[in-house]
Every structure is written in structure tokens, then in C-alpha cells.
């Protein structure tokens, strides 16, 4: 897996920490089949402002703090959604409909089973 937080957040927490005190939190979550090519994982870049493919964006369906450093977020699938799509990217999205980070994996293809994609937002 390879994960990567994007300049545009980077930029939004400068700003919020020397400006406003504020920063857009995490909305949605988008999924996605670019995270590979025929050499393997791609590595996301920090200058990104979309996924490669993106197949589905939603709100995230659940959330939890891991660390004093890390949240995590879930997207939740139906199981008549994206079925047979190889789903190998991931990113959360805030509220100002920016890209906050991206994580490319392996692909996994959805089957016709409720599933439920994760990604963690972490600053260690």
C-alpha cells in the first residue's frame, strides 16, 4: 500500500494554523480502480487533485480515532454496487470537495457482498 497526504491539504492546514484557525473536515470517501499499473501499486502523488479512475464517491459511513495521530473512515458498499470493478485506490475528501489524501493498494474486486473500504487519515 502507499499512502500520500496531498499538497492542497498541506496548504489548507498551513493556512489554518497561520490564518483562519479552521480547516474543511473529511466528507466523503472515493474509490477507484488507477491505484496499479503493469509494474504494480502506483504511487500517489502529493499534487494529485483526483483519483486515477474514480468509480463511486460518497459520505464516509463510519469513522474512529486510532491515535492521538490517526483517524480512520469506512465506506461501506452494497452488495449491488461497483460489483466486479477492481477497486485499488482510495481518498478522503473534505467538505470543500478537495482531495485530503489517497492510498493505492493491490486491487480487490467487489463482489455481489456488502463490503466495507478503509482508509486511515494519519499525521505520525
Do not use: W
Amino acid at each position: 500500500m502507499k499512502f500520500v497526504i496531498t499538497n492542497k491539504h498541506r496548504q489548507k492546514i498551513a493556512t489554518a494554523t497561520h490564518q483562519s484557525g479552521t480547516i474543511a473536515k473529511v466528507a466523503q470517501i472515493a474509490l477507484g480502480t488507477g491505484g496499479v499499473n503493469g509494474s504494480g501499486v502506483i504511487t500517489p502523488s502529493g499534487g494529485a487533485t483526483r483519483l486515477n479512475n474514480e468509480v463511486i464517491r460518497r459520505p464516509y459511513t463510519a469513522s474512529q480515532k486510532v491515535n492521538d495521530y490517526c483517524y480512520e473512515y469506512a465506506l461501506t458498499l452494497a452488495e449491488n454496487e461497483c460489483v466486479g470493478q477492481a477497486i485499488s485506490e482510495m481518498a478522503l475528501i473534505d467538505s470543500a470537495g478537495d482531495l485530503i489524501s489517497i492510498l493505492n493498494f493491490l486491487p480487490k474486486t467487489k463482489d455481489d457482498i456488502q463490503e466495507t473500504y478503509r482508509i486511515r487519515n494519519h499525521y505520525e
